[in-house]
């Protein structure tokens, strides 16, 4: 059964730092794409990060680029987002989901996690 676990979530001053993981079973996370995603409520689903699996390749959306580093460690079959120099507006449930390929549209994605709440607040 594929699954995928998200932890790492919760409060932090603005400028903190803070490290997602995202532990998969059910499959090898090595062979498929492993995206990041976050969302606000009344937002639309916003892309973060991916990892693609044929040539390692990573994404970044903008607004994280410079800040977050997204990596992957198929010993443990789990990714990690590290976030740095976190800002007020990256508040959110981060998710992590798993397809085929890199995408920004959530779509292209099979499996995704629960989710993880992420906090930026003085």
């Known amino acids: 059964q594929v699954q995928l676990v998200e932890s790492g979530g919760g409060l932090v001053q603005p400028g903190g730092s803070l490290r997602l993981s995202c532990a998969a079973s059910g499959f090898t996370l090595d062979y498929y794409a492993i995206g990041w995603f976050r969302q606000v409520p009344g937002k639309e689903r916003e892309g973060v990060s991916c990892?693609?699996?044929?040539?390692?390749?990573?994404y970044y959306a903008g607004a994280v680029k410079g800040r977050f580093t997204i990596s992957r460690d198929n010993v443990k079959n789990t990714v990690y987002l590290q976030m740095n120099s976190l800002k007020p507006e990256d508040t959110a449930v981060y998710y992590c989901a798993t397809g085929p390929v890199c995408s920004w549209s959530g779509k292209e994605y099979n499996y995704w996690g629960q989710g993880t709440q992420v906090t930026v607040s003085s």
């Open positions: 990892i693609s699996s044929s040539d390692g390749r990573i």
